[in-house]
């Protein structure tokens, strides 16, 4: 049995943080197929690490908070790289009628 090796960045890699309203009624499943099939060259990761409802959200609705991993393997990233990385993902999730909150 052969096992894959992937050597890792010497970068350094950025957490980026996106709350997005989600309809209670909406299946987590079909959310995060959506959220999730959002791609960019940069991205690493990606992972669910809160859940929220109650106070400041609007009734109806959920805030779940998704951990972005981006980096590169043969640079280090740019603010400009990070700011590209934001406003495509923005427009990601505008395009299917959510929220960031």
């Given at each position: 049995?052969?096992e894959s090796?992937?050597?890792?960045?010497?970068?350094?890699?950025?957490?980026?943080?996106?709350?997005?309203?989600?309809?209670?009624?909406?299946?987590?499943?079909?959310?995060?197929?959506?959220?999730?099939?959002?791609?960019?060259?940069?991205?690493?990761?990606?992972?669910?690490?809160?859940?929220?409802?109650?106070?400041?959200?609007?009734?109806?609705?959920?805030?779940?908070?998704?951990?972005?991993?981006?980096?590169?393997?043969?640079?280090?990233?740019?603010?400009?790289?990070?700011?590209?990385?934001?406003?495509?993902?923005?427009?990601?999730?505008?395009?299917?009628?959510?929220?960031?909150?």
């Amino acid at each position: 049995k052969h096992e894959s090796f992937k050597m890792f960045s010497v970068y350094p890699q950025t957490l980026l943080d996106f709350s997005i309203l989600k309809p209670k009624e909406e299946f987590y499943s079909d959310f995060n197929a959506k959220v999730s099939s959002f791609t960019h060259t940069l991205l690493k990761s990606v992972k669910v690490i809160s859940v929220y409802e109650g106070e400041n959200i609007p009734s109806g609705n959920q805030s779940i908070t998704f951990r972005f991993t981006v980096g590169s393997n043969e640079r280090t990233l740019s603010a400009e790289d990070l700011t590209d990385f934001q406003s495509k993902f923005i427009s990601h999730i505008e395009k299917m009628n959510y929220k960031l909150r």
